[in-house]
């Protein structure tokens, strides 16, 4: 980009979605390739674009907003947490969600719950109350969205490395075990 911030970018790709129905926008990191005095002399980081299109990913499927992905006053997407995390993060008031009553978009907007996931989740609430076990054979990890939801009632967050709904240290529960964004590759972020 030539000096936009991530919010702008997103804001134009969600404007973009809803004025002409695009199914895909697709963004590429700058890289200069001869030094002039009227482009950056920087490549634009690989993380800064994998981070666009999680975040543009999230618009176009899940029905997300900029708003919630890069509010006022924050122009650029956090390197250490992907969007969805980093929403949930900044909304700790929305979190848990029970899963057993939860609506479908709730269930969306809940870290490692996916659109496949969010999907079998409703489908197996109408056989009966689904459980952290109910997870496994949905095949739903719980590695991240165990911080963010309950199974009736029981928040099971505690139990994994003895956090509490502490955001800060959630983050950093979060950040340490995530995949560098570096390392990300595009098929990891499209699917």
């Known amino acids: 980009s030539m000096g936009e911030d991530d919010r702008t970018i997103i804001r134009l790709s969600e404007a973009m979605y809803k004025k002409y129905g695009l199914r895909r926008v697709y963004y590429s990191a700058f890289f200069p390739v001869q030094e002039t005095d009227v482009l950056p002399s920087e490549s634009a980081p690989i993380w800064r674009r994998n981070r666009l299109y999680q975040a543009d990913r999230l618009i176009a499927a899940y029905g997300m907003t900029t708003e919630e992905l890069a509010p006022e006053g924050a122009s650029f997407l956090e390197r250490d947490v992907d969007p969805k995390t980093a929403f949930a993060l900044r909304h700790m008031e929305f979190f848990p969600v029970e899963v057993n009553t939860a609506a479908y978009e709730a269930l969306l907007r809940v870290p490692g719950i996916g659109l ?4 079998r989740i409703m489908e197996a609430r109408r056989l009966g109350r689904v459980t952290p076990e ?11 969205s165990v911080y ?7 928040y099971y967050g505690k139990y994994f490395g003895g956090l509490d709904q502490d955001s800060f240290y959630l983050r950093q529960r979060l950040a340490s075990s995530a995949v560098r964004p570096e390392q990300l590759s595009l098929d990891f972020i499209c699917n």
Not at 148 to 154: A, L, P, S, V
């Open 134 to 144: 109910d997870f496994k054979r949905m095949r739903i990890s719980l590695k991240h």
């Open 148 to 154: 963010f939801i309950t199974f009736n009632g029981k």
């Open 116 to 119: 496949t996931g969010a999907s």
